[in-house]
């Protein structure tokens, strides 16, 4: 997809081309069940819940959260930041720390020095925010609140109104990737849990296209990453 130049239907496309296959569980017969793509930008977004995804002793896999992966693309694209997403229905990356999506994500994180993950979520429509931001009650932001705040805030540039912290989901009563990578591997990590209104570019293309466009300049400002000076 085009820099800078992505439209509704690449969107759409996308998400139909690499996630909605298969009913949603993404492409088989992969050698690998999730994909990197390598970036410039030490900002790693994931989106665990891109397809379809298993939890042991059930059958019927758990829903996707749609849009998220198409999102962590889009972001790749735009900003340069690393991508990673679950491409093929696999065990939960969001519930199990022994996965393949989270060796690839230590591994990922290791090599590229890393300094901010943003993992993507995705909430049903009846759920009364916009968008929940996870922190772990703040102990993910390894003693940086401002990475959460000014999250906040650029939503709120962007029309994205109803931002909470840690209003549902502070995702850390799991292992999540968010409490992996803050805990483990010492890295700051905020869980984004997204209305499905902002995530349906069919039904609501400006809701989308404001998202793609905050998550972009919250990215692209070096002020989130690691202040080394
Ligand atoms: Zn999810």
Known sequence: MPVAQWTIQDAIATECEFFAVNGYRGAQGRETVYTVLQGKVPVLVSAPHAVK?????????????????TLARLLHALTGCHAIYLASCDLDPNFYDDCA??????DLVARNGIEL????????????YDIDIGTCHGKALLGRPELAARLVECCKRHGINEV??????????????TRLVSRNLGVPALQLEINKRWRDPE??????RALVECLAAYIRDDANRVDTG
């Open 101 to 106: 999506y989270k060796a690839g994500l230590r």
């Open 164 to 177: 909470y912290v840690d209003h549902t989901f502070s995702g850390c009563g799991q292992p999540t990737v």
């Open 53 to 69: 995804h298993l939890r042991a002793g059930v059958v019927e896999p758990k829903e996707e959260d749609e849009y998220t992966g």
């Open 203 to 208: 039904k609501h293309p400006e809701q989308f």
């Open 117 to 128: 993950v943003l993992d993507l979520h995705g909430s049903a429509i009846w759920r009364t």
